[in-house]
């Protein structure tokens, strides 16, 4: 998929690869813009992220924000009323149980307000660089679309990747993916003239 990518001069790094890289890994950055991605353009992700942290710069600052204060700020993500009030009830929680840091473990992260899988497995790995496989609309689409797995649910898609992939590829596997779907395996007309995997593509074989 990258030497596609590469060729074609299409590598755009994802809004949380972005986040990684500027916030040099912070966890709780990872989180909270995790959550705010949600059904949400990267290129608007990255610009309310920016925003949001120039003003709370920790979970601290955040966790003390006022509610309206907070909507003002994301009101251009989807859904802002609710995640403006899951991002500052998560602050609260982590300084109340862990002490203002981000837990490093699956379980301790889904038990967050508006945490679920994929959102807990971005922060393993773009925040502490832990094997994991965060599954989105992009991982499970193009997922299904070649062949690799045949689910229809993210979660079943998660369980079959896992076990098919060598686990020192697991951290890839979202930007690689993602990436990839962002500018070749579209979700409408995608760009197959240019893909590189249409020899091993169910969905190509099946539409050519």
Partial sequence: MQKTLSKNNLIRPTALKNLQIQENGDPFKILIGTILSARTRDEITTRVIKSLFSEFKNPYELSKANLKDLKKVIQKIGFYNVKAARIKQVSEILIKKYN?????????????????????????????????????????????????????????????????????????????????????????????????????????????
């Fill in 100 to 208: 203002g840091k981000v837990p490093s473990n699956l379980s301790d992260l889904i038990a967050l307000p508006g945490v679920g899988r994929k959102t807990a497995n971005c922060v393993l790995v773009y925040g502490f660089n832990k094997p994991a496989i965060p599954v989105d609309i992009h991982v499970h689409r193009i997922s299904n679309r070649i062949g690799i797995v045949n689910t229809k649910q993210p979660e079943e898609t998660e369980l079959i990747l896992q076990k098919s992939v060598d686990r020192k590829y697991w951290i890839r596997i979202n930007e690689t993916f993602v990436t990839y779907g962002q500018n070749i395996c579209l979700p409408i007309n995608p760009k197959c003239n240019v893909c590189q995997l249409t020899k091993i593509c169910k969905y190509y074989k099946k539409n050519t």
